[in-house]
């Protein structure tokens, strides 16, 4: 049974990842109902998504081979660094720094306290009607081109709040974009390219602690957890490709709803004592 569950974790991680709706929180909603009835945990959470980053690499592979070569290039003086792809290298550099440090200070409250379901619920709320303002009141104007240095540092700080469950990766720098003028595509393929680095580090860092200490309690063991990433990159792939045609014409509202409708039904279930928090 452990099998299929993990299975279904996995679609449930690639359906979920790039939309604006938080995978995580989704993998620790969906883990109360299956059988099992238990949290996939955080390292779970953390090594499925880089199926999901595999994805991402496949995506934009042209534009995260030229951003590499060319800021390598200008590392040893054969590209200036005004280069708009080396530029753009050290803007991901620099947004990523926020979660990776936040990410290490955290790390035990990440693991526990941060994956209570009351705190998901209201997460799941609270920024879906943040990310409705930006969606509503952005001015949709910037392309990716314009990207300051200080909005990089903006988007990784949004970034790094998506390391409570609830808040959304996608969703925090989608906002973030969103709320300082960028356009919905510029907003989200920033997002993507932004989340690479993190998300591997985090997912190569949580496998090799699962492989040096192997939790005797973790719900799913190492096999069934890779199986769930395979199945998270063939999906995540198809949703990336989806969601980048679909804002190109449409708002987030759909995201923002159901965000909310999610968080209201968990507190309800929740106050009946239907699931553990």
């Known amino acids: 049974m452990n099998w299929i569950e993990a299975i279904i974790l996995g679609i449930v991680q690639g359906l979920t990842e790039f939309l604006p709706i938080s995978s995580s929180a989704h993998l620790r909603v969906v883990g109360e109902f299956?059988?099992?009835?238990?949290?996939?945990?955080?390292?779970?959470?953390?090594?499925?998504?880089?199926?999901?980053?595999?994805?991402?690499?496949?995506?934009?592979?042209?534009?995260?081979?030229r951003i590499i070569t060319q800021w390598c290039r200008a590392i040893v003086g054969k590209v200036p660094h005004t280069d708009p792809d080396v530029r753009m290298g050290w803007l991901i550099i620099i947004g990523s720094?926020?979660?990776?440090?936040?990410?290490?200070?955290?790390?035990d409250y990440i693991d526990t306290s941060f994956r209570s379901l009351w705190l998901v619920a209201t997460m799941l709320i609270v920024f879906g009607v943040i990310l409705?303002?930006?969606?509503?009141?952005?001015?949709?104007?910037?392309?990716?081109?314009?990207?300051?240095?200080?909005?990089?540092?903006l988007y990784g700080l949004a970034q790094a709040l998506a390391l409570i469950p609830g808040v959304s990766r996608s969703g925090g720098t989608i906002t973030m974009g969103l709320a300082l003028g960028y356009t919905r595509k510029a907003a989200a393929?920033?997002?993507?390219l932004l989340a690479v680095p993190a998300v591997f580090a985090s997912g190569f860092y949580k496998l090799a602690q699962s492989i040096a200490e192997p939790d005797?309690?973790?719900?799913?063991?190492?096999?069934?957890?890779?199986?769930?990433?395979?199945?998270?990159?063939?999906?995540?792939?198809?949703?990336i490709a989806w969601l980048m045609r679909f804002?190109?014409?449409?708002?987030?509202?759909?995201?923002?709803?159901?965000?909310?409708?999610?968080?209201?039904a968990l507190y309800i279930l929740l106050g009946l004592g239907a699931i553990n928090a």
Request: charged residues 15%; proline residues 5%; aromatic residues 16%.
């Open 132 to 153: 409705a303002m930006a969606d509503t009141w952005g001015r949709q104007i910037k392309p990716i081109s314009r990207l300051s240095w200080r909005d990089g540092i």
């Open 34 to 65: 299956l059988p099992g009835a238990a949290d996939p945990g955080a390292a779970f959470t953390a090594i499925t998504q880089i199926g999901t980053e595999l994805a991402v690499l496949l995506y934009f592979w042209r534009d995260i081979t």
């Open 189 to 192: 393929r920033y997002a993507f």
């Open 216 to 239: 005797p309690n973790a719900a799913y063991g190492m096999g069934e957890t890779f199986v769930a990433t395979i199945v998270a990159f063939v999906i995540g792939y198809a949703v």
């Open 247 to 264: 804002i190109t014409n449409n708002s987030f509202k759909i995201f923002v709803w159901y965000r909310i409708l999610l968080g209201v």
């Open 97 to 107: 720094i926020p979660i990776a440090v936040l990410g290490l200070l955290f790390e």
